[in-house]
T-cell receptor
Framework: GQQVMQIPQYQHVQEGEDFTTYCNSS?????IQWYKQRPGGHPVFLIQ?????EVKKQKRLTFQFGEAKKNSSLHITATQTTDVGTYFC?????????FGQGTELSVKP | GAVVSQHPSRVICKSGTSVKIECRSL??????MFWYRQFPKQSLMLMAT?????????EQGVEKDKFLINHASLTLSTLTVTSAHPEDSSFYIC??????????????FGPGTRLTVL
């Protein structure tokens, strides 16, 4: 399957600063899912985006799906130390998840 | 949310031995489960799709004779790493897919098994 490119690989922020991670695909995505993995833990589902231009919010997290359905982003407003972890996007191919490389977020208190 | 368990959580074995990892969906039936491998500081790589009552489907580059998958019931899939070598040391994670919607559901991941081969 086609890879999903995710940037940046690492992001270090001061608590209270915003954070954004981006995913890009060379082909149109039918959907994209986002997961969070805490250090030493397993991925936890955050959200799935399906519609072109879709924007969904979960408290301080905002997820976007591009108009062309080739890119997606996750934005966290005013990061907290509890946001620490690696955020992955993943394209879902009939249940098979093809993960992006992930963005590791560290938050300095 | 639904719960998926994995056992053991951590295993250390000698080179050449086989290790079996269990993945169970505790409160739902999963006709399909997936096995992933994650090396340190890397992403999750899909190894295989485990289907209840049929043979597993392996991703390109994954040796089916080395990574034996059995999905004998709707709540249990097992991954056996045969003749393990140090390069097989990794974090193995399973996920279970609730039925319906053609696979485009939220997946539930197990807590993972950290395998260290000496």
């Amino acid at each position: 399957g086609q890879q999903v490119m995710q940037i940046p690989q690492y992001q270090h922020v001061q608590e209270g600063e915003d954070f954004t991670t981006y995913c890009n695909s060379s082909t149109t995505l039918s959907n994209i899912q986002w997961y969070k993995q805490r250090p030493g833990g397993h991925p936890v589902f955050l959200i799935q985006l399906v519609k072109s231009g879709e924007v969904k919010k979960q408290k301080r997290l905002t997820f976007q799906f591009g108009e062309a359905k080739k890119n997606s982003s996750l934005h966290i407003t005013a990061t907290q130390t509890t946001d620490v972890g690696t955020y992955f996007c993943a394209r879902n191919q009939g249940g098979k998840l093809i993960f992006g490389q992930g963005t590791e977020l560290s938050v300095k208190p | 949310g639904a719960v998926v368990s994995q056992h053991p959580s951590r295993v250390i074995c000698k080179s050449g031995t086989s290790v079996k990892i269990e993945c169970r969906s505790l409160d739902f039936q999963a006709t399909t489960m997936f096995w992933y491998r994650q090396f340190p500081k890397q992403s999750l790589m899909l190894m295989a799709t485990s289907n209840e009552g049929s043979k597993a489907t392996y991703e390109q580059g994954v040796e089916k004779d080395k990574f034996l998958i059995n999905h004998a019931s709707l709540t249990l899939s097992t991954l056996t790493v045969t003749s393990a070598h140090p390069e097989d040391s990794s974090f193995y994670i399973c996920s279970a897919l609730p039925p319906g919607q053609g696979g485009y559901n939220e997946q539930f991941f197990g807590p993972g098994t950290r395998l260290t081969v000496l």
